[in-house]
């Protein structure tokens, strides 16, 4: 691709993410103020965020994959359980998928 | 909000940032190894910013792909950040030049933090401090990645990857003690994966906010406060 088409493509792109993320935010407030649409809203959120988490742990691109994630993301499922802090979750499944790597796990 | 509850919320925004932003080296390096000049690289990190539709447009564009099918995916993986407004735009109620600002700012991991927090003001903090943070750190690593290439290696290794899908665990957490919350939660993970192999990237995702949609709509009110 020549540098003007990439350019054109880096601009259409970015006005196109960034009219995604506006729209979101210019529904009429005294639609949101229904309390059927603010939980909806709020169920929404849980499956995106939910539905990330399992993309991200379990998936290489189209494919479902069980790697040194899965076993590190149990570990921060069991830290959550015992009420660990945030950072403490997040460094303890970083290091557990590290260290199964460390010991040959993909 | 006390100065205890206030640290806790920046504490989080900071790892979000500091975790999310180490990715940014690794995006900077394959954006140039895509075919990107430094300068376009950077342009997608400060305009697009929304790592997702990032990684996705440069797999177009390095793979040969035409314009049009970089912008569409982009599109794609960027479609469920506007899913993400309805339910911060309330809480942030942000106005004027602060609104588009806010828009921006409107990705999986701003998102996150604030609705993890108790009351609305450390939510609308969180919003703030972790769109920012992120901002600031993804373009920075993708700045260094440009121009380092992957110097520090594969973030695999470091076990990032992970850490990010147990932060975002650790985010959407407190949300599931509610019965229902756990159910859509529940369905959300399963027509994700189910659908991954037979949908484009990105489509699991959006297509797993459906269920919320459906549940959120058809269920009567009482019923949220009821556990499951």
Request: glycine share 10%; proline share 5%; charged share 10%.
């Amino acid at each position: 691709m020549s540098p003007t088409a990439t350019w054109l493509a880096v601009i259409a792109g970015s006005a196109v993410v960034f009219a995604l993320k506006l729209v979101g935010h210019l529904v009429p407030d005294h639609w949101l103020a229904k309390p059927r649409v603010a939980r909806t809203a709020a169920l929404v959120t849980v499956a995106l965020l939910s539905a990330l988490v399992a993309v991200q742990a379990a998936t290489i691109g189209r494919h479902l994959v069980a790697d040194a994630r899965l076993p590190a993301l149990a570990v921060a499922a069991v830290a959550l359980m015992l009420r660990a802090p945030f950072i403490v979750v997040v460094v303890l499944a970083a290091g557990t998928a590290a260290l199964l790597r460390a010991l040959g796990m993909s | 909000m006390t100065p205890d509850a206030r640290r806790a919320v920046l504490r989080q925004s900071v790892s979000v940032a500091v975790a999310t932003g180490l990715y940014g080296i690794s995006f900077g390096a394959l954006s140039v190894v895509a075919g990107l000049s430094t300068t376009q690289t950077m342009a997608l990190s400060l305009l697009m910013f929304s790592g997702g539709s990032q990684f996705a447009f440069i797999g177009v564009i390095g793979a040969g792909g035409a314009a049009g099918a970089a912008v569409a995916t982009a599109g794609l993986l960027g479609a469920r950040n506007g899913l993400y407004g309805p339910q911060v735009t309330p809480l942030l109620a942000a106005h004027g030049w602060r609104k588009p600002l806010a828009a921006q700012l409107t990705i999986d991991e701003s998102t996150a933090v604030a609705t993890a927090q108790s009351d609305p003001a450390a939510g609308r903090l969180g919003f703030w401090w972790t769109g920012v943070g992120v901002f600031v750190m993804w373009n920075l690593f993708t700045l260094l990645g440009a121009v380092l290439g992957d110097a520090l290696g594969d973030p695999r290794t470091y076990g990032l990857d992970a850490a990010a899908a147990a932060a975002f665990l650790a985010l959407v957490w407190p949300r599931l003690a509610d019965g229902v919350a756990r159910l859509v939660a529940g369905a959300a993970v399963a027509v994700a994966l189910a659908l991954t192999p037979f949908t484009p990237a990105g489509v699991p995702v959006l297509l797993a906010a459906v269920v919320a949609i459906v549940v959120g709509l058809v269920t009567p009110q009482e019923e949220t406060s009821e556990p499951a």
